[in-house]
């Protein structure tokens, strides 16, 4: 199975801040790479696709990249409804495996 | 416009099974994979398996095999995932979450997640 980590785990930003989120895979999963955002007691929501494909509607101070074994996702200029928790996900074979998440707190 | 609409929450007793629905609207059911993700209390997201509408096929994680079945019911565009002999460690949000026709395969459409909570 593929593990995906996640890194790091939680983070501390102001608004305006520049984010990046990294997540590993234990092989290569080429660029089936897909980032959700998570609010609290609602359901995932899909960010970027393909690694670094922009999902219809998704503001562009969002953006990913990475192809292989390591991927970032980077969020230009943090704003006041971007603090959540992003997660990764592989889909390139299954188990389709999730990263451990990491939670954006406002500092 | 895409809709997925699971269940209402569920209380269940340790040993128990548990089934909840996913009912899709506004697309073609048998044309798009679902896949079913869980959420402990606090915790991150677990995929937990997939299902081909078109056909029924599934395919499961390893941590769940024997206790959980998938099924697709193309007359009432819903699909359903049970999940037997509950034990606490199960009380968790259940989503189901369609998956894109294109060959990226991310989840594009989620359900609101049903809550199961197993205690005696």
Redesign the interface.
Known sequence: DIQMTQSPSSLSASVGDRVTITCRASQSISNYLNWYQQKPGKAPKVLIYGASSLQSGVPSRFSGSGSGTDFTLTISSLQPEDFATYYCQQSYRSPRSFGGGTKVEIK | QVQLVQSGAEVKKPGAPVKVSCKASGYTFTSYYM?W?RQAPGQ????M??INPSGGTT?Y??NFQGRITMASDTSTSTVYMELSSLRSEDTAVY?C?R??S?H?????Y????TLVTVSS
């Open positions: 896949h993700v991150g997201l677990e995929w398996g997939v395919s994680v390893q989503y979450a998956e894109t294109g990226t395969r991310e989840l594009d989620w359900g609101q997640g």
